[in-house]
């Protein structure tokens, strides 16, 4: 008996195995109520005492080796506990994962550039951790401005500063000292300030800074560049103003309001019955800023404008409360699902 279980511990390892038929016939015909195993078990009750303990041994070692097999087989890829299977089966049911939604602020940004895009704007991108030359010196800001206190920008060292950019008007810098104009950019990015978190501020938020220099460009093609830009966004019948206003990297500065989109101007609680919001600040570049940056402000001229992405964001889907852009609760982020 034992040569006979010897040559059968051969024969198990030698069984090829490669389907799931395949592997339920090796284990019924090993494994099975009326199958080798279970006729060895029976005859070693007759095996004479004095041969139990070897005989026993080695039985024990075919049984082993004849699940091995089946382990191995278990533990090919794509082959679960309850489903032993390599050859997979594809008509199963998946297991459902929901598609994500962009982000609101996302879905924005992507449709400010589509808007600039279209108008020959090219996109960049910067540091956000930025030095006081091109947050604050290279853009006019005179050394007593109250941007560079400690109250409103979040410091990183002193002396040489560095801070989290408080706007994005620095990429208006670092674009001006590497390209030669003309250049038509705008720089989405994240911006830092250390304001009161509130429904209407918070320390972290979004602008896109927008930077059009070449020779001859005039006020004339702000206001038209800005016009085009509020009627994509807020719609054809979407008119705009423009109040004078303080910048020290613009001269003239102004600031931008759109008629309402909410009341069509007639005036309601998100207007504060004015029928206009604001959302921009724009102006042509002052030329020191030029200067500054290795331009010749004789025969070069341009215009910058910035914006708030969660302000314009707020507007054109009417959400109240800015808090909810960085809450990531999902009853506020679902109402985006299939917005692009
Ligand atoms: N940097 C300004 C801010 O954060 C916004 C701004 C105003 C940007 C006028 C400009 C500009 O480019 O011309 O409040």
Redesign the pocket.
Known sequence: MKEKIQNLIEEVQLVSISTAVELEQFRIHYQGRKGILAGLFGEFKRVPPAQKKETGKILNDLKMVVQARIDAFIQEPGATEETPFTDLDLTRPVTYMEPGTRHPLSIVRNQIIGIFSRIGYTVAEDREIEDDWHNFSALNFPEEHPARDMQDTFFIEKNPDIALR????SV?IRTMEKNKPPIRSIFPGR?FRNEVISARAHCIFH?V???SVDKDVSFRDLKQTLLYFAKEMFGDDTRIRLRP?Y?P??EP?GEMDVSCNICGGKGCNICKYTGWVEI????M?HPAVLENCNIDSEIYTG??????IERITMLKYQIKDLRLFFENDLRFLNQFRGVF
Do not use: I, K, R
């Not at 921009?280 to 102006?283: E, H, Q, R, T």
């Open positions: 408080t706007h994005t008007s208006q911006v602008q800074e927008g930077l206003s910048f990297f613009t500065s921009l600040g724009c102006g570049v215009f910058a404008f910035g914006m708030g």
